[in-house]
C-alpha cells in the first residue's frame, strides 16, 4: 500500500505531507509518535561527505570556489549528463588553482608543503578530468570527481587553526571532541565508517567517540529498523536506556546540542523551534543518507545518552532541508563509508565491534567527576 501511495502522489508536495501523516512516523527516542517531516525549501545539500567539508570552520573564499564547482558536476550528471555545464565547473576549478597563493593564504606556513603538494595533485587531477568530460564517461566522471573532492577536502583540513570555540564550563564534566574523528562499525553485513565532527558538535561527538573508546557499543543490538527513515542503535541491556557512568553511578545525559549556520558557538539545552529559529538550518542538518544524530526522549531536550540513529534519508517521506528532526536532536556525524550496509541492517542486527581509526587524540576527558 505504501508503494501504491508513493507511485501515485510522488509529484505532489502536499501529498508529501498527507503520506507522512499516513505513516504516523514516530520520534527518535522512546515516545509516542508524530510527524516526521515538512516540506523542504530550496535545494539541500544531500552528500555527507560535502556536509563535512562544508562544516570546517575555515573562511578561504577560493577553496570554496574550488569546492563548489567541483561539487555542482553531481548535479550535472544527474541532469542528463550536462557536459557543457561540467566543462563550465572544471575550468573554473582551474582556475582558482591557476592561483594557489591565494588559498595558500589560509594555510599555516608550516604546513605550506603539505598543501602545495595537494594543490599540484588537484591541478594533476583537473587536467586528467578534461579527458574524462571530452570522452564523456559519466562513470569516471563520478570516481574522479569523489577523488577530487576527498583531496579538497585534505587540503582545507590544513587551514583549520585551533577549536573555533569555547565550550561552557557547564559541560566541563562530559567528554569533549575538539575536532574530528573517524569510526570503524563492524557488523555481520558489513562495515560502516562514521566521522564525527566535534567542530561543530563537540559534546555529543565527544560522548559518541568516548562510549566507542570504551567498547560501549560493541555486541549490541539495532533496535529500531524503519525504512526510509531511521536505524536505532546504543540501547544497553538491562533496564537502563543510557549510559551509566562507573565513576559517577549516574546516568550521563548530554546536552542537546546545535550549530546554527551563521553563528560561532552552539547553542545548547533547547530546539531552534523552542528558541523561534524556525527557518534556521543546522550546521548539520538532516539532509544526507547516512546523518549520524543523538536519539533522547520527546520531552527531555538534554536527555540524550547512549542511543544513536542513523538518519536513512528518502526524499519522498521525509524531504531534505525543512523536517522536523533538523533543530530537534543533535546531529553529530556522517557516514562516509558503507552506506548500503545501512540499507540492508534490521533490528535485531548487532554492532560486532567499533573502533575509534582516527583522531582520537581529539578527545578531550572530562574534568570535573
Known sequence: MLKLLKSRLKNSSIALLLVALFLGISTIGWTPSSLAGLLPSGNPISDGKALLRYALPIDNQPVR?????????????????????????????????????????????????????LIEKLQSG??????????????????????????????????????????????????Q?????????????????????????????????????????????????????VLQTGDPPGKEQGFIDPKTGKYRAIPLEILVEGDEEPTYGITLEEDGRYLEMPVLPFSAYGGVALARPEDEVNGGSSQIFFFL????????????????????????????????????????????IKGLENLVEPTDA
Open 177 to 229: 571532541l575538539k575536532g574530528r574523528a573517524t569510526v570503524e562499525i563492524e557488523t555481520a553485513k558489513g562495515n560502516i565508517t562514521v566521522v564525527a565532527d566535534g567542530y561543530s558538535a563537540p559534546v555529543t561527538a565527544g560522548n559518541f567517540v568516548d562510549l566507542v573508546q570504551r567498547g560501549f557499543y560493541d555486541g549490541l543490538e539495532f533496535i529500531r529498523s524503519e525504512e526510509s527513515y
Open 65 to 117: 570556489k574550488l569546492q563548489g564547482s567541483l561539487e555542482d558536476i553531481a548535479n550535472q550528471l544527474r541532469a542528463n549528463r550536462r557536459w557543457r555545464a561540467i566543462s563550465k565547473d572544471v575550468k573554473q576549478a582551474s582556475r582558482v588553482l591557476d592561483k594557489p597563493e591565494k588559498i595558500l593564504a589560509s594555510v599555516p606556513e608550516e604546513r605550506h608543503s603539505q598543501a602545495e603538494a
Open 313 to 356: 534519508f528518502e526524499p519522498e517521506l521525509t524531504p531534505a532541508g525543512r523536517n522536523l528532526l533538523d533543530g530537534r536532536y543533535a546531529n553529530f556525524a556522517y557516514v562516509t563509508q558503507g552506506k548500503d550496509v545501512l540499507q540492508v541492517l534490521k533490528a535485531g542486527d548487532k554492532i560486532e565491534s567499533a573502533k575509534v
Open 126 to 175: 583537473i587536467e586528467s578530468y578534461r579527458e574524462v568530460v571530452d570522452t564523456r564517461n559519466k562513470k569516471q566522471a563520478w570516481i574522479q570527481r569523489g577523488k577530487l573532492l576527498d583531496t579538497v577536502g585534505e587540503l582545507e583540513q590544513l587551514m583549520v587553526t585551533g577549536f573555533p570555540f569555547e565550550v561552557p564550563a557547564e559541560y566541563s564534566n562530559l567528554p
